[in-house]
Every structure is written in C-alpha cells, then in structure tokens.
C-alpha cells in the first residue's frame, strides 16, 4: 500500500487541509518554504521505482536520479532511490532554510521526530519513523541531474543535493536517537536552487503532507498559474504525461489525480482551475504567496525578487500573423487560439519559428469551430 492511499486517515486528512484552508483564507502566511522550480514541472517519484535510476523527462524540462550508497560505519551501503511524499518535504524545508539564510549549509534539529514534527509528519509508531530514516538516507545518497532550458540554451546541473550527509546515532544506553545538527547542499544544487527557488504556503504543504501527488499538484499550480498571461487548456493525455508515470493509461492516472488536485485547491484558494472536456483550463492567479508575505519571512524587502521564480519569457504574434489569421478565420478569436498554443507547446521544444508553428497549429485548432 502507498502513502496516498491510507483509508483510514481519511477524516483526519481531510479535517487537517479544510483547518489549513481556512486559516490560509483569514490570514498571511507567516511561514514559508521553497521548492525547485524544475520539481514543480517534473515530479520525483511517487512510488519506489524498479532498478537504480529514475529518468523523467516533460517540455523543456528533465530529472535523472541515480541511487546511491552512503557508509555505515563498517562498509557502503546501497540506498534505493527516494520515493513518496516524505523526501519532498524534508527537500523543501532544506531548500527554505538555505534560501533564507543564503547558505548551503542547513542547521536541522537535534531530534530526528522534531525534525518530523515540523514537517507536518505523524510521529506515532516506529514503523513510520523507520520510514522517514529510509527516505532521508535515500535523498541523502541520490545523485541528481537536473536538465532545463530549450535546444538554444540547454542547462546541465549535475550534483547531489546533499553533499555531506551523517547518518543518525545508534540508540544506546537509553540515549535518543540524533541527527547530525547541519546537512550541507551541494553547491551545485545550492546554486540552481537560489536561481529557481518557487516559494510555497508552509500550511498547505503541511496539510497535504499525506500525499506525493497532492504536493506535486500544489507544486505545479503555484509555479504555472501566475506566470499565465491568458487561460490556457490543458489535457489530460498532457497531465498524465507529465505527472501520470506510474500510469499505463491515462484514464487510470486521472482517476487518482482529480482528488488530489482537489485538495490542492482547497489549500490554494486564489487558484483559478476549471475542469472542461478532455482536461483543465488554467487561468492567471495571484501566487500562493505574495511578495509581500516573502519579505516578511525574510526580514528583508530586497531579497523578494531573488525569491521567487522568474516567469518565462512572453512570446507574442506579429500584427502580421494576427492579421492573417483572421483573414483566415474571420469568427474566431486568434488570442483563444494563441492560449491553446502555448499550452500545447509546454510538453514540445521551442519552435524556432513562433509564428509560423501557430499558424501551423491553427490549422488543426480551428477544426470544428467554423
């Protein structure tokens, strides 16, 4: 049985995320966390995968994880690769603190269940507590390749997240169980992660702690929708793609997904996401944090811009091709074509030539409509 599928956590769950709903409703966040921009695009595992790598690859961006090993004491130890929603939060807080302090050097808490407590993890049972050890010795053993950018300006990040990693103490006499005080990034990481660092409502991600697939939802829409200049659909055979890697057909995926995308809502009220046929209409949103609630975490008003992701550069059609497109197709909207467009082109490379791949594009799109 996975994480996300724990029946009878179910009146709890969902009485955590409406809690966190209605507090995000009333006020500001006070805390906030962080996550890669690229793992808002192409999500980690979900599920433990077969073998030692993990390959996953949607539009412009790519993530390879390579299981590792880490050394005991006596010899290396293979490690599998992290899976699950628990290496995502323990990789945002660590991602949020480094962010905050501008250091890749992360001091955690003496106590691994403290540790778990502000994660939002259950810390009741050793079974559960077993399994945080395993996913953080996993994150801790991966190597990353993080790969982003067009065929024009492709970018290779090739590093551990996690460059020195002490595994916990042996309980012995009585004594607890400890974490090594600091886990140091890699600087490689470090550095890709203060250019493209996505931050997030610590609440909501507390609420949604439950489920890898809700993270990855809230994740995704609070990197995608306030980047939206105008509404844009998105299919289901797009999403599954994307985040459906587990799944052979897509109606399986979609299955599973619309819950979780629904919990994301709740704890992301500002998003404006509609179900229509085939798939979703994403429309401009306030992100999920503010700037303003960025520089309050911080303390610092100049450091709000280096916080938050850059949105993507803007393509925009020539008069020309305006003009002629609505020669072409004088009843229908060329901007409502045009949002389609870039929808579509979020799971293809850049066209070399924007305007000529639209029209091409409108060509099929308009099928149906005159």
């Not at 259950?122 to 790969?147: H, V």
């Not at 052979?248 to 619309?258: E, G, M, T, V």
């Not at 799971?347 to 060509?363: T, V």
Request: net charge positive; aromatic share 10%; with cysteine.
């Amino acid at each position: 049985m996975s994480e996300d599928d724990d029946d009878k956590k179910l009146p709890a769950i969902q009485n955590r995320i409406i809690g966190a709903a209605v507090e995000i409703e009333q006020d500001d966040p006070l805390g906030i966390v962080y996550q890669h921009s690229l793992f808002c695009q192409v999500a980690l595992p979900r599920s433990r995968p077969e073998g030692r790598v993990f390959e996953r690859a949607y539009g412009n961006g790519l993530v390879r994880l390579e299981a590792g090993v880490l050394y005991n004491g006596y010899k290396m130890v293979e490690q599998p690769l992290p899976a699950g929603p628990k290496p995502r939060l323990a990789l945002c807080h660590l991602n949020s603190e480094a962010v905050k302090t501008r250091c890749p050097s992360v001091e955690v808490d003496r106590s691994a269940r403290k540790f778990m407590e502000r994660l939002g993890l259950n810390t009741d049972g050793g079974s559960t507590y077993n399994l945080f050890k395993r996913e953080m010795k996993a994150l801790a053993a991966c190597r990353m390749t993080l790969g982003f950018g067009g065929k024009e300006h492709p970018v290779t990040v090739d590093a551990k997240p996690i460059r020195r990693f002490e595994a916990w103490l042996s309980y012995e006499g009585g004594q607890p169980t400890l974490w090594p005080g600091v886990i140091e990034l890699s600087r490689e990481y470090f550095d890709s992660l203060l250019e493209h660092a996505v931050p997030l409502d610590t609440r909501a991600v507390s609420a949604l702690a439950h489920s890898a697939m809700a993270l990855d939802a809230y994740s995704f829409l609070a990197r995608r929708l306030f980047t939206l200049e105008k509404p844009v659909r998105v299919t289901w055979h797009q999403f599954h793609a994307q985040f459906g890697h587990e799944f052979k057909d897509w109606r399986n995926f979609k299955q599973r997904f619309i819950p979780a995308l629904r919990a994301a809502l709740v704890v992301y009220p500002s998003a404006k996401v509609e179900e229509v046929t085939g798939g979703l209409l994403l429309k401009p949103s306030l992100p999920p944090v503010h700037r303003e609630s960025v520089a309050v975490s911080h303390g610092l008003a100049g450091q709000v811009r280096a916080s938050l992701p850059s949105p993507p550069p803007v393509k925009h059609l020539a008069p020309a091709t305006v003009e002629q497109f609505r020669k072409l197709y004088p009843r229908i909207d060329p901007h409502a074509c045009k949002g389609d467009f870039d929808g579509w082109l979020e799971a293809k490379e850049q066209p070399r030539n924007y305007d000529k791949a639209f029209l091409g594009f409108a060509k099929k799109w308009v099928k149906g409509k005159v």
